[in-house]
């Protein structure tokens, strides 16, 4: 038996692995950090024979509860993944499975890999609607991409759109890649009528670094990006930094930043209720867009989400209210399940990959509603 990590996003430390029926793991923690979740490892296993893989220090990790009711992905080919049986119990993660073939793919969530994001840059470049800029470099040395889509002018809403600050949360770019294709798809009605009135300014990977390097929730620097919004550093956070100092250049009219939550199984969104300039008008934007939401698709539910702020508690480090309140505009932060949708179960995969892609796609007729009224 062998097990292997030495890839994109790799993460897991093997303490045994000598019979198939007791394979002891346990997941590295992110640089410079105590945070811990994201893994995603090979296996050289047996073929037709039950395998026992045992996370031992899940129940330390940054979500305890993200591992109640949840499932393992598992993949053959690395493009089709499905779902493999999974227990907690409480201090253990333990995954049951008999392969089909001789290796197998395990990971918390589908990888979204670096070379698909590049990927995904050049696709895009060759919409005539789309410019591509870098806006500096991580601590790794690695470029921060942004795409501008649409043209700039004056009477045309700036819409931003950031993923992965927490890079374990691979669902946040599949979202991008959905909404991104529908977006410069010429014949969609739909990204036609947003492009007349806006221009979106999407960064598809806020944190390449910590997607490299396998980590659950921050950068080179162990840094968690999310509580970096206040006073972003060169040193420490420069991904925040030069985002941030872009926004000052051209400014924001509604900011979606794209996260995935472990805990609950629904899609949900976090507003800006309790930043110091939240007024009437914030909150009746606010509700329309959530109105809209749900209207756009059934994933959208807002009955279960994170405790609303009361006014003036907002942690101003966190990118969706740091922005709000910098330029008095909507912005949410959208949190995606790990688990399942539990309003609309699917169990053979559960939330995936291809759900998050349509999550994204669905996700540009709710702002098409509101557009009018960001100004
Ligand atoms: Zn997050």
């Known amino acids: 038996m062998f097990i292997s990590t030495a890839f994109d996003s790799g993460n897991i430390d093997v303490i045994s692995a000598d019979s198939a029926d007791n394979i002891r793991l346990r997941i590295r923690k992110d640089n410079q950090s105590d945070f811990y979740q994201w893994f995603h490892f090979k296996l050289f296993g047996e073929i037709d024979v039950e395998h026992t893989l045992v996370i ?15 499932q393992a992905m598992a993949s053959y080919d690395r493009e089709h993944w499905f779902r493999v049986p999974t227990a907690f119990d409480g201090e253990k993660l333990t995954i049951t499975h008999t392969p089909e073939q001789e290796t197998v793919f395990y990971a918390y969530f589908v990888p979204y890999s670096w070379e698909r ?11 005539a609607w789309v410019q591509q800029c870098v806006l500096g470099t991580t601590l790794d040395g690695r470029e921060m991409n942004m795409l501008i889509v649409g043209e700039p002018a004056a009477h045309k809403r700036n819409i931003w759109i950031t993923a992965r600050q927490h890079p374990g949360e691979t669902m946040a770019e599949w979202f991008v890649e959905g909404l991104l294709e529908h977006l410069l798809d010429e014949d969609e009605p739909v990204s036609r ?4 009135k806006t221009v979106f300014y999407i960064v598809p990977n806020m944190n390449p670094d910590g997607s490299l390097r396998g980590h659950l929730r921050t950068n080179a620097a162990g840094v968690n990006l999310n509580r970096e919004w206040a006073a972003p550093s060169l040193e420490k956070s420069p991904e925040v930094y030069h985002v941030l100092e872009e926004m000052d250049a ?5 900011y979606l930043d794209v996260h995935g939550d472990e805990n ?3 899609n949900f969104i976090a507003g800006s209720e309790g930043i110091p300039s939240y007024d009437e008008r914030h909150a009746n934007l606010e509700d329309s867009f959530r109105k809209a939401y749900r209207a756009a698709t059934a994933e959208f539910q807002t009955t ?11 942690n101003l480090t966190v990118a969706s209210s740091a922005v709000a309140e910098r330029f008095k505009c909507l912005a949410f932060t959208i949190e995606m399940p790990f688990k ?8 053979y995969q559960q939330w995936s990959d291809i759900r998050s892609c349509n999550f994204g796609r669905d996700t ?4 098409l509603d509101v557009v009018d009224e960001l100004r």
């Open 264 to 266: 609950l199984p629904y």
């Open 193 to 196: 009528q947003l492009l007349d």
């Open 304 to 314: 279960y989400g994170y405790e609303k702020e009361a006014p003036g508690q907002a």
């Open 250 to 254: 051209i400014g924001v009219d509604m």
């Open 56 to 70: 031992e220090n899940a129940g330390g990790s940054a979500y305890p509860k993200g591992w109640e009711n949840y």
């Open 117 to 127: 994001h590049l990927d995904l840059l050049q696709v895009a470049q060759q919409s």
């Open 364 to 367: 540009l007729k709710a702002i």
């Open 340 to 347: 399942d949708n539990d309003d609309l179960p699917e169990p």
